[in-house]
């Protein structure tokens, strides 16, 4: 595709249900990031990966979260047990190569709402 | 903790002003980026500069860098109705951003 997309745009749903949020990089980018947005807030890092793996997960906030990149282009991010605290706008952006040496293109988010 | 923090908060000017934010860090990089949010969504890159560039200019952007104080500066000249967004600076440490600048142009 012509940029990094992401599915679903929005989702709603209910204190304690499980959720995935998908990103589909721009096709060849080795490197991918997941950042979380809340209202008024700079992008919070999530996680990083470079190929398949994660390089730098130290930014998710509790077990509940995890994200993988089986194949190492689709990313899902997986949070269990979802809380209100969780809702928020959840980007993805990919690069070239690693963010210290190449620009990073973002998603368009997908926005959560825990009810 | 994030690595770069932009100052001000939030700037409002009128059309065809210049806009200057501020960006601050801690620890030694090699490069330092900005970017554009527009709308609360995706953000955009608008320019990378490297730690042995001192400025680097894409249009009407100017960007300086000083190392020894740790900072950089965004300068959007003849300003634009359509340049309010908010910015954001990151650095290649830790991929990082901070809370940004609101910038509001009023036409």
């Known amino acids: 595709g012509a940029g990094v997309s992401q599915t679903p745009s929005n989702k709603v749903t209910e204190k304690g249900k499980y959720v995935e949020l998908r990103c589909d990089p721009i096709?060849?980018?080795?490197?991918l990031y997941w950042y979380r947005q809340s209202l008024g807030q700079g992008p919070e890092f999530l996680i990083y990966?470079?190929?398949?793996?994660?390089?730098?997960d130290s930014g998710l906030p509790n077990d509940r979260f995890f994200a993988v990149r089986p194949e190492g282009s689709v990313s899902t991010l997986k949070i269990q047990r979802t809380e209100r605290g969780d809702s928020a706008v959840y980007l993805c952006?990919?690069?070239?190569?690693?963010?210290?040496?190449?620009?990073?293109?973002f998603g368009p988010g997908t926005r959560l709402t825990v009810l | 903790s994030q690595q770069g923090e932009e100052d001000p908060q939030a700037l409002s000017i009128q059309e065809g002003e210049n806009a200057t934010m501020n960006c601050s860090y801690k620890?030694?990089?090699?490069?330092l980026q900005w970017y554009r949010q527009n709308s609360g969504r995706g953000l955009v890159h608008l320019i990378l500069?490297?730690?042995?560039?001192r400025e680097k200019h894409s249009g009407r952007l100017r960007v300086t860098l000083d190392t020894s104080k740790k900072s950089s500066s965004l300068l959007i000249t003849a300003s634009r109705a359509a340049d309010t967004a908010s910015y954001f600076c990151?650095?290649?440490?830790?991929?990082?951003f901070g809370a940004g600048t609101r910038l509001t142009v009023k036409p």
């Open positions: 952006a990919s690069s070239f190569s690693p963010f210290s040496y190449n620009e990073q293109f």
């Open positions: 096709s060849g980018h080795t490197a």
């Open positions: 990966f470079q190929g398949t793996g994660a390089a730098d």
């Open positions: 620890t030694s990089i090699n490069n």
């Open positions: 500069i490297r730690s042995n560039e």
């Open positions: 990151a650095t290649d440490d830790d991929m990082r």
